[in-house]
């Protein structure tokens, strides 16, 4: 691991009792997921990224389901037209979605007095080692975990012997009436001595096996597929008894060299803040753990952690409205770009299926749409305007694809991967404008999620959400094909001269960012879309004194809307808006609020509040109890991570600003190696609540627009030729290899 001054932390620590399931301590390898935690016993909650349901999924119809047909019968005081255009199959009423499915835990039951007292997580191995406590006298004995980072295997070394046993509990325990309504079988178990196992076969998937196997002072678990329930065993177990009769040690070793190689290209941050600190690097650790790229099946909505109490929330789906999108945000900044193959090669198979919805919903060949909310296959796990007209969902992926560009400069993926999405994204796009009393418009659309609460009014003309991501699309678009050399569309100029930046609200001299035309933002909503423009798409530009009065009224219009009904992951959305604005205390401040309302004791962040008082988003469910009903999703752990980069150091604008969100409590901080679009990677460091200096480094030379807070004037010392004095903000010219240390003048 990088280390700075300011020593890095190689350990994170847990007291326990970890006393539920998304409490536990996560290891992962992007395939096999599993949490340990418990209290007496050590339990270990097991699942796979590929473990699908996959019936029932939903399909738009041909020659009805088209965005012709949604404008002319679309109707906001009535939601009776909506099962004209979007028809459900009659078979498929009241049957569950596809869906990753619970599967359930081993539990290792302990010899008399012993007891999990403490985990300790070795960030640079990923081995979690659980102190034994005792009720008698001292002991120094440990349980220590290794999971695989190339293979569906887990390793247990047990050194002291202090394993008595081994218990299979599997989610039918949990949720069988809900399993056996939707025609899931019960599963089969498979208990000898010294061999622990069971496998959950599906309807129309293959099966998915368990087996931990003993071995002298050590125990291996496998997850591995099959046709059914028995085949999966049969391969769990075989699995499991090539690795026992393998070396072990190379485990170890491999997992040490790819945790090792992760931790060198990641930024070192220091925060003034000992929680932070703790859980930003927890949370790197689970991107890693998430999102490996040797891993075919991207992260959804939990990656590949799901619990045995109750299925998937929402299937543990691929949400494009912002919550894949924020899975994957660190991967930017964070320098682990690679990790995001696994999600453009699953998007990229879908290219026949995303034609097919173009084709559908506009009549066009040359297009692609992502549904809202699908499975691993892009089929849908809903049925409506907000599913496959929502376009922004896939805007905002095209923008991730153009992102990779920018970070890598890779040519080759612009050409042959980037360009064509984009391009078949803004197709459909092109196809929705219309021309309107001299300007382009879109006669519907779907600002995301607005309206949910207010049904049917969840849709209108021009919403800011779609507008912000056309401009932004149609600008990379061009600035695609210039890097190409190919003729752009004739098209995107007159799209980026005609159609509004957004749709705007409010009296003269008082205007502001509408949701869509007629439509304010009228009460408090958890999906900042509208002001999508500030961020994720950047799509401004020139902040002109008109440009910047607009949007300033639009975040104070916000703002007085509170925060009451939102959820974990539209607050670190939130910080990152107000970072972009400017503030700078207020960042902070969310962030200490979302904390207390979203982090559990395992440093995972869950869906719902954990109290009432400041946040009333699904209320009765608050009340619930957490342990058969607790929620994670990964979307907010690592939006979090991106907000505390943006704080630290963020583009927008064209504009690199160092420290733009820092509160003034943060007397000390630090960053080594964050990376950022055009190659370039930055450290800075604030000392005594002054800058003390910017160092960049750029891979492939070029230009960077710099200010740093609260500093005007800089010198920049080069490792040949004099030091320059400049005034910032300043355009910084690098040579390819170039590195320039910048201290206050």
């Not at 536990?24 to 992007?30: D, E, F, P, V």
């Not at 061009?478 to 930046?501: D, F, G, N, S, Y």
């Not at 020139?542 to 939102?566: A, C, F, Q, Y």
């Not at 904390?595 to 009333?616: D, P, Q």
Request: net charge positive; with cysteine; glycine share 8%.
């Amino acid at each position: 691991m990088k280390e700075t001054k300011s020593t890095t932390m190689r350990k994170i620590e847990w007291q326990f009792p970890l006393p539920r399931t998304h409490a536990g301590i996560a290891m992962g390898n992007g395939l096999f997921g599993a949490l340990i935690w418990g209290k007496e016993r050590i339990n270990i909650t097991l699942n796979r990224a590929d473990f699908w349901d996959h019936r029932n999924d939903l399909k738009p119809t041909e020659g009805v389901s088209t965005y012709q047909h949604i404008k002319k019968a679309y109707r906001p005081e009535d939601d009776s037209w909506l099962t004209k255009v979007f028809p459900v199959p009659s078979p498929a009423r009241g049957i569950k979605r596809p869906g990753r499915l619970p599967f359930g835990r081993f539990e290792l039951e302990l010899k008399p007095d012993f007891y999990p007292a403490k985990g300790e997580l070795d960030l640079a191995t990923g081995s979690v080692v659980i102190r034994i406590g005792t009720t008698r006298k001292k002991t120094n004995k440990t349980l220590v975990f290794d999971l695989s980072v190339n293979k569906s295997v887990m390793l247990i070394r047990d050194p002291g012997k202090v394993i008595q046993a081994v218990h299979v509990r599997t989610a039918w325990e949990w949720v069988r009436e809900r399993l056996q309504q939707t025609g899931v079988r019960e599963p089969v178990l498979a208990v000898k001595p010294g061999t622990w196992g069971w496998a959950q076969a599906c309807p129309a998937d293959p099966a998915l096996g368990a087996v931990c196997l003993k071995s002298k002072n050590a125990y291996v678990i496998a997850l591995e597929r099959g046709p059914d329930a028995g085949r999966a065993l049969g391969a769990a177990g075989r699995l499991a008894a090539r690795t026992i009769a393998g070396n072990l040690s190379a485990i170890r070793k491999a997992n040490a060299s790819w945790w090792q190689a992760y931790w060198k290209r990641a930024p070192v941050v220091n925060l003034p803040d000992d929680f932070f600190n703790k859980f930003y690097r927890y949370a790197l650790y689970k991107f890693g753990a998430a999102t490996n790229p040797n891993c075919p099946w991207p992260a959804g909505l939990q990656g590949p952690w799901v619990e045995e109490y109750q299925p998937a929330p929402w299937g543990g789906d691929y949400h494009f409205n912002v919550n894949v999108q924020q899975v994957y945000s660190p991967a930017f900044a964070a320098n682990q770009l690679e990790h995001l193959m696994p999600l453009f090669d699953m998007i990229d198979s879908w290219r026949d299926v995303m034609r097919r919805y173009a084709r559908i919903v506009c009549g066009i060949n040359d297009g692609f749409i992502i549904g809202m909310c699908v499975d691993d296959r892009n089929a849908l796990l809903g049925l409506g305007p907000g599913v496959l007209i929502d376009h922004a969902c896939s805007g905002w992926v095209a923008q991730m694809f153009w992102q990779y560009y920018l970070y890598t400069g890779d040519i080759k993926f612009l050409r042959g991967r980037a360009y064509p999405f984009m391009f078949g994204v803004m197709r459909v796009f092109e196809e929705m404008l219309e021309e309107k009393d001299g300007r382009l418009s879109l006669a519907v659309g779907i600002s995301a999620e607005f309206g949910n609460d207010i049904y049917p009014r969840f849709m209108g003309r021009d919403p800011s959400w779609q507008l912000a991501c056309i401009h932004m699309l149609a600008s990379a678009l061009q600035e695609a094909a210039e890097i190409l050399k190919i003729p752009p569309r004739p098209v995107w100029q007159p799209i980026r001269e005609k159609l509004p930046l957004y749709t705007l609200i409010g009296k003269a001299g008082e205007e502001r960012i509408a949701i869509w035309e007629g439509q304010d933002l009228d009460h408090c909503h958890r999906h900042h879309s509208h002001l999508a423009s500030i961020y994720p798409f950047d799509s401004l530009g020139e902040l002109t004194p008109e440009k910047k009065r607009i949007v300033e009224n639009s975040v104070d219009h916000w703002i007085s809307m509170g925060m009451g009904k939102w959820s974990e992951w539209c607050m670190p959305w939130a910080a990152i808006i107000q970072a972009r604005m400017g503030f700078k205390e207020s960042p902070w401040l969310i962030f200490q609020i979302w904390r207390k309302l979203f982090v559990n004791e395992g440093l995972a962040t869950v869906y719902l509040s954990k109290f009432g008082g400041i946040t009333a988003h699904r209320k009765a469910d608050q009340k619930k109890d957490r342990a058969t009903n607790e929620i994670m999703q990964l979307d907010g752990t690592m939006g979090a991570v991106t907000a505390l980069y943006e704080m630290l150091v963020h583009t927008h604008g064209g504009v690199t600003r160092v420290f733009p969100a820092v509160p003034d409590e943060w007397k000390d901080v630090s960053f080594d190696g964050i990376r950022l679009t055009g190659g370039f990677f930055i450290s800075a460091a604030r000392k005594n609540s002054r800058l003390e200096f910017i160092r960049i480094r750029s891979r492939r030379g070029g230009e960077l627009m710099l200010q740093a807070d609260g500093c005007s004037t800089m010198t920049i010392t080069r490792k040949r030729g004099q030091d320059v004095s400049v005034q910032l903000p300043a355009r910084l010219t690098f040579s390819p290899g170039e590195t320039l240390v910048l201290n206050p003048a």
